[in-house]
């Protein structure tokens, strides 16, 4: 069915419970597991009063602490995980990594960190779900 998958990460809850899934199905099926935070370039702009260095470090520290998170729980159910951070525009980098490592399916939260919390699916999981050649796993917090 599934030869290894891909779950990202923003350290949301809707992400931690995509992560349990996850972890859950590639111990079930023993089958290697990816995981992935993006930092989103789309965010990275020069206002005058909030400085980008400062923007990408707390998304770097944010990426870092969701990324221990996953190693955490896939460590403690005895599933090797293999994690990395990318930098760009979220679907797309998620989309990438899943090609990349010749993912069999991508694991996501139905909603992240976004102010738009109440969208029925955040635009992340919209964009994957639509161009995607690979299932994509939805995962409801």
């Not at 990202?8 to 992935?36: F, K, N, Q, W």
């Not at 998304?59 to 005895?78: F, I, N, P, S, V």
């Not at 679907?91 to 939260?109: F, N, Q, T």
Request: net charge negative; hydrophobic share 40%; charged share 25%.
């Amino acid at each position: 069915m599934y030869d290894s998958l891909l779950v990202a990460t923003d350290g949301s809850e809707d992400a931690a419970t995509a992560i349990a899934h996850a972890v859950e199905l590639a111990r079930r099926l023993e089958i290697p597991l990816y995981g992935i935070a993006v930092l989103d370039s789309r965010t990275a702009y020069d206002s005058g009063i909030v400085d980008p260095e400062t923007i990408r470090e707390r998304q770097t520290e944010q990426a870092e602490e969701a990324l221990a998170a996953l190693e955490e729980r896939a460590t403690d159910d005895g599933v090797s995980v293999t994690t990395t951070i990318r930098s760009g525009t979220p679907h797309e980098e998620i989309l990438a990594e899943a090609e990349e490592r010749g993912c069999s399916a991508i694991v996501v939260g139905s909603r992240g960190r976004s102010a738009f919390r109440e969208a029925l699916l955040g635009s992340t999981v919209d964009a994957l779900v639509r161009l995607s050649s690979l299932p994509v796993l939805v995962v409801d917090g």
